[in-house]
T-cell receptor
Framework: AQSVAQPEDQVNVAEGNPLTVKCTYS??????LFWYVQYPNRGLQFLLK??????LVKGSYGFEAEFNKSQTSFHLKKPSALVSDSALYFC?????????????FGAGTRLFVKA | NAGVTQTPKFRVLKTGQSMTLLCAQD?????MYWYRQDPGMGLRLIHY???????AKGEVPDGYNVSRLKKQNFLLGLESAAPSQTSVYFC??????????FGQGTRLTVV
């Protein structure tokens, strides 16, 4: 079965430190990969995506993500965390074998950045 | 820019009642989706549409129906609400297979 795993329910970092939010997936083929962020009582907002090309993709608010095909991972990173980065982060994968219409979301990782 | 607009934002239903959630997008997107979000489970796809007049089942379609009579609108219906349908519902739209744009959500409680 196709799936997306975010192994950490919660990640805690101090402001100014680098952060990593992990994501691995089990999907056939070469899917599109996404990261979204959700602030309280809001919908999801797109951060970045990987379709093809350079394994390191840059997105909004200073976030970047590293794609590793052999490990089927797509970890979200930021060199220096801000308190305002505290939110719920979702990794999402869009398999292309079913037409590319469906997106599989991970369960989410809550990021706490402490001042 | 309105983007994706959902109405209502909150609703409390009694078991067995029916209701329709409305979603409107002004980005001329072909693809539209309805998800539900439950704690610890991420987002699960209920139904989706790849164009006006088309709908398809997602991961958890039971108990829900949808219609896409106009390109900009995607309606989600609950014919007979059950407590298991208590959730936060999100509508989204996308251009082809690109990233999705989400509405602010509808918090539904079924008592």
């Amino acid at each position: 079965a196709q799936s997306v795993a975010q192994p950490e329910d919660q990640v805690n970092v101090a402001e100014g430190n680098p952060l990593t939010v992990k994501c691995t997936y089990s999907v056939s083929g070469n899917p599109y990969l996404f990261w979204y962020v959700q602030y309280p009582n809001r919908g999801l907002q797109f951060l970045l995506k990987y379709i093809t090309g350079d394994n390191l993709v840059k997105g909004s608010y200073g976030f970047e993500a590293e794609f590793n095909k052999s490990q089927t991972s797509f970890h979200l990173k930021k060199p220096s965390a801000l308190v305002s980065d505290s939110a719920l982060y979702f990794c999402a994968v869009r398999p292309l074998d079913t037409g590319g219409f469906k997106t599989i979301f991970g369960a989410g990782t809550r990021l706490f950045v402490k001042a | 820019n309105a983007g994706v607009t959902q109405t209502p934002k909150f609703r409390v239903l009694k078991t067995g009642q029916s209701m329709t959630l409305l979603c409107a997008q002004d980005m001329n997107h072909e693809y539209m989706y309805w998800y539900r979000q439950d704690p610890g489970m991420g987002l699960r796809l209920i139904h989706y549409s790849v164009g006006e007049g088309t709908t398809a089942k997602g991961e958890v379609p039971d108990g829900y129906n949808v219609s896409r009579l106009k390109k900009q609108n995607f309606l989600l219906g609950l014919e007979s609400a059950a407590p298991s349908q208590t959730s936060v519902y999100f509508c989204a739209s996308s251009l082809d297979k690109a990233e999705a744009f989400f509405g602010q959500g509808t918090r539904l409680t079924v008592v």
